[in-house]
Structures are given as structure tokens and as C-alpha cells.
Nanobody, 123 residues
Framework: QVQLVESGGGSVQAGGSLRLSCVAS????????MGWFRQAPGKEREGVAL???????WNADSVKGRFTISKDGSKNTRYLQMDSLNPEDTAMYYC?????????????????WGQGIQVTVSS
């Protein structure tokens, strides 16, 4: 089992920044890929950024150039640095981990999820 706990969300004005953190505990050796997903009211859950065990990263087109995913292996922590936020980024953000080798944008392939954290961007 893997437990994921997010922190760092909140409210910010358009153009501002936030950094989300996700601390993993438990059998973290089994997590080959971790990602950040988000879900706005009435919308599908969508992938934002992914990072595999080798540090390779992928960003969704909607956040390229604005969001950066990174990790601190010694702390079992993944981060999502979000810059130039706009109201369309308002959503519940989730940290997720999968135990198969290949990262994927398909949220249903992720076995473990955090409780989610709210990010609200006002215009």
C-alpha cells in the first residue's frame, strides 16, 4: 500500500504562483510513475504533469511553460510548481501513483490517490 498526502493549495490571484507537495509513504518502492491530476466541477479528471522513477517528466499542453513537476527522492516527495496561474486552473488537484513501469495520462491506471487539495485562481 502507498499513502499520498498533498499540501500547498489555496487561493491566489491570476498571474500568481503556488507549489503543491505530495508526500508518499508505505511501499513507495513500488511506485514507478507519479502524477498530478486535476478536476474542476462538471469536468473530467485530467492529467497535468507526470514524473517517472528516472526523473523524466511530461506536461499537459494546457500547462506547458507554466507548471513544473519535480521530485525529492530522499523525502519521497513530488512537487508541482505552478506559475502564471489563470482562473482556468481552478480545480481540485490530486497526487497519484501507479505501480506499472509506463507513465500514462489515463487516470484509471493509477492505483493510489491522495485526498485532493483545492486550488482557486481569481481574476
Amino acid at each position: 500500500q502507498v499513502q499520498l498526502v498533498e499540501s500547498g493549495g489555496g487561493s491566489v490571484q491570476a498571474g500568481g504562483s503556488l507549489r503543491l507537495s505530495c508526500v508518499a509513504s508505505g511501499n513507495t518502492y513500488s511506485t514507478d510513475c507519479m502524477g498530478w491530476f486535476r478536476q474542476a466541477p462538471g469536468k473530467e479528471r485530467e492529467g497535468v504533469a507526470l514524473i517517472d522513477r528516472y526523473g523524466r517528466t511530461w506536461n499537459a499542453d494546457s500547462v506547458k511553460g507554466r507548471f513544473t513537476i519535480s521530485k525529492d527522492g530522499s523525502k519521497n516527495t513530488r512537487y508541482l510548481q505552478m506559475d502564471s496561474l489563470n482562473p482556468e486552473d481552478t480545480a481540485m488537484y490530486y497526487c497519484a501513483a501507479k505501480v506499472t513501469p509506463t507513465c500514462s495520462w489515463r487516470h484509471e491506471t493509477y492505483a493510489y490517490w491522495g485526498q485532493g487539495i483545492q486550488v482557486t485562481v481569481s481574476s
